[in-house]
């Protein structure tokens, strides 16, 4: 049905549509959760994990 | 019913049944709320890991984080099989039925209206990378002399380094342009665009520096003219401006897209 082949997606490429894109709903309805604060903070969380799974540049080639 | 409701979507009523097999958020399956005519869809899930505390908790996660996402992405694939879903961001939660509906009925009027305006329409994603060689990093100009170890005159070493800069300026320069003139090719061919932020490549794990990160709505019925445009130009980048580098990925839901148009 799709048009291109479907391999996975890349992390980033989807974080790029689910924390930044999408409905954003918030107010007493919701826990709020969904705020513009959530990119800050998993882009953070984000960086210090990989920069954590890879400790040296060279290690890792793909 | 003591769970929360994860919420991935709100559509029109759509006839098609999801895939009995499909899985959402928490291992769930998604289950439709109707109401108002527009359905929910959404996932019971716990509290104890869902809710606002645990769940901020869990997005420090990276592990957690890629779970969740894939899994929500999962079920809005399922949903663009079958109808045109408006995608809310990730983590969308609320604490019972009622204030799922209390949601739609505050926001019917702009649900419908962006329905219509995404309806058969599809997300693209373009990235553009601008890609140096190692040794072009290095040791300036690709036709600059590999002469390694030999010792270099103070007056040669700063005016390889001024070469160096130049070539690098541009480069840039080059890859702005090519982004430019392929984000307007592009946008012809399209109904709308957005520009997201260049990736960062510590995330991305891609080589070269993105400089173009760009998402465009395609009717469906015209995406595979556009997939083909895409195509020619990455051929184009081969032979034309050497370094770059252009990825396409979708088909996504509109999420560049729910928002109406700011200018």
């Known amino acids: ?62 | 019913m003591t769970g929360l409701r994860y919420v991935y979507a709100v559509c029109r009523p759509f006839g098609a049944p999801l895939q009995a097999q499909l899985t959402g958020v928490a291992g769930a399956p998604p289950r439709q709320l109707v109401h108002h005519g527009l359905v929910a869809v959404f996932s019971e899930v716990p509290a104890s890991d869902f809710a606002e505390e645990p769940l901020r908790a869990h997005l420090e996660d990276l592990d957690w984080l890629t779970a969740t996402a894939r899994a929500h992405q999962g079920v809005i694939d399922a949903l663009t099989v079958v109808t045109t879903p408006l995608p809310l961001r990730l983590g969308t939660v609320f604490h019972d039925d009622s204030g799922v509906r209390t949601m739609i009925e505050a926001r019917e009027r702009v649900f419908r209206r962006t329905l219509e305006r995404l309806e058969g329409r599809v997300e693209w994603g373009v990235k553009v990378y601008a890609e140096v060689s190692p040794e072009q990093a290095q040791s300036g100009t690709p036709s600059a002399p590999a002469v390694s170890g030999q010792p270099v005159s103070g007056r040669d070493y700063l005016r390889r380094r001024s070469t160096q800069a130049r070539a690098h300026e541009n480069m840039w320069q080059q890859a702005e342009e090519f982004a430019g003139r392929l984000h307007a090719t592009l946008c012809a061919h399209a109904e709308d665009s957005r520009l997201h932020n260049p990736q960062n490549a510590t995330l991305s794990g891609a080589a070269g520096r993105n400089v173009l990160n760009a998402a465009y709505l395609v009717p469906r019925s015209r995406s595979e003219e556009f997939v083909e445009l895409v195509d020619r130009t990455k051929d184009e980048s081969k032979g034309g401006t050497p370094g770059m580098r252009v990825e396409l990925t979708g088909p996504w839901a509109a999420y560049s897209f729910v928002e109406e148009e700011q200018t």
């Open chain 1, 1 to 62: 049905m799709t048009v291109v082949e479907r391999r996975e997606v890349a992390l980033v490429d989807l974080l790029d549509r689910l924390l930044a894109g999408g409905v954003v709903i918030v107010g007493d309805l919701t826990l709020r959760i969904a705020d513009v604060d959530l990119v800050r903070i998993d882009l953070n969380a984000l960086i210090s994990s990989v920069n954590a799974q890879v400790p040296s540049p060279f290690g890792d080639s793909q």
